[in-house]
């Protein structure tokens, strides 16, 4: 692995410092991520970077993009994070949803939504998992079936959860079962949906964390046009890995792990004997085995961002990464929580250390081992396209969809 950046890499970081030394917020924004003044900042700061390149740098430039390298998004992420950015309610659809419609829809559905979306006037949303089909995305039972007036149009109905942002999301791609008799991943069918429309109802979910950033969605006799289809009738399956491959180039930015809040806290609080609770060889041991999970994930990064470097695709060992950091993250946590005095227990989030942040990642944690992939999930792909271990055994791979036992 080369750390250093190439010349051309230098300066081109050189001037993404100055760009965003000139137009970063230099404040951040506090309060509901879905509040008015929030949501107004993200927009604003996201038009900001459309209108300077910097909002999907690998994009083309007939789609608003400079045509750049992932390298170069990879340097600009790096030097963004350094700043008090406000949230990015743009990243599933610019990074999942918006490239499938670039993929699969005609030229005038490309036109209307592209540039809105770059420009953060439209959010998108994934309706992809179900309650009955838990990480498995091709169990999908929401039914898409042609109208029988003769227009082609399609109707939906069905049940979508764990829906990010659904409830301010302007439109959405859509996996449907449009065809039960084929088995479960030669049957599907995506479209994109408005989300304004009256037949859909956004429920969002009250997480234990106190966030409701999670939703179930009920589709009620929805009405889409056939010009709403992403790729052929049946072939969804294809379009939705198409969807998942498009995942935001993330890598290079800030790990999340609260590391220096921690730290600060275990050199102010005192431990059992009353030194400070950084000096106590249990946290200590601790604190070495996170230490190396950290360098592991950092060289993991540098070992992709210097793929990218190269113009080479980065392999499915990324994967290795979310694995540890989100289990890290619990681990760091409860610690965190345990080590602070009566055991963390407060009745106010104003009075704690943090305003509660250690709490809420004991509360928040669990569900990052979930979201864009269980643990469960990635250990296969690990297992099978990184350590080249036999794949799991399909029994349902080839059966009718609607044979399947009720419960899958």
């Known amino acids: 692995m080369d750390f250093n950046d190439t010349p051309e890499e230098a300066a081109y970081r050189a001037q993404v410092q100055a760009w965003l030394k000139e137009n970063a917020p230099k404040r951040g924004v506090s309060g509901d991520p879905e509040g008015g003044d929030t949501m107004a900042a993200s927009k604003a700061w996201q038009a900001k970077k459309a209108a300077a390149g910097y909002a999907q740098i690998t994009w083309p430039k007939e789609w608003g993009g400079p045509g750049g390298t992932p390298i170069q998004q990879v340097i600009f992420n790096q030097e963004e994070a350094k700043y008090p950015i406000p949230p990015n309610p743009f990243q599933i659809g610019l990074g999942m949803c918006v490239p499938t419609v670039m993929t699969f829809a005609d030229e005038e559905t490309k036109k209307r939504f592209v540039g809105p979306a770059l420009r953060g006037e439209e959010i998108w949303c994934q309706l992809f998992s179900e309650p009955s089909g838990g990480s498995d995305v091709a169990a999908a039972r929401t039914r898409a079936v042609r109208a029988d007036d003769g227009s082609g149009d399609w109707i939906i109905n069905g049940q979508k959860v ?117 000096k106590d060889q249990a946290l200590r041991e601790k604190l070495a085995d996170w230490y190396v999970q950290t360098e592991g994930l950092k060289h993991t990064r540098n070992r992709t961002i210097t793929a990218l470097s190269r113009g080479q695709t980065p392999g499915p060992e990324s994967s290795i990464g979310k694995v540890v950091s989100a289990l890290q993250l619990q681990e760091l946590a409860n610690a965190a929580v345990e080590m602070l005095d009566h055991y963390g227990v407060i009745n106010d989030p104003e009075l704690s250390p943090l305003k509660g942040a250690f709490h809420a990642s004991v509360l928040y944690a669990p569900g990052l081992r979930i979201a864009g992939g269980t643990d469960e999930i990635l250990k296969n792909i690990i297992a099978e396209r990184v350590l080249g271990l036999p794949g799991d055994i399909r029994v349902d791979k080839d059966i009718p969809f609607k044979d399947l036992p009720t419960g899958h």
Not at 213 to 236: H, I
Not at 251 to 277: H, I, K, Y
């Open 162 to 278: 764990w829906t990010t942002g659904a409830q301010f999301s302007d439109f959405g791609i859509v996996v449907t079962r449009t065809d039960p008799d084929a088995p479960k991943h030669k049957g599907l069918t995506m479209f994109w949906v408005d989300m304004k429309d009256p037949g859909i109802e956004v429920r969002p979910i009250h997480q234990m964390s106190g966030g409701s950033g999670f939703n179930e969605v009920f589709f009620t006799n929805v009405r889409v046009k056939d010009s709403q289809r992403l790729g052929a009738v049946n072939d969804g399956w294809r379009v939705s890995l198409v969807t998942l491959m498009n995942e935001r180039l993330a890598v290079g930015g800030p790990s999340g792990t609260q590391w220096p809040q921690f730290m600060e806290a275990a050199r102010a609080v005192a431990g059992l004997d009353g030194a400070p609770a950084i």
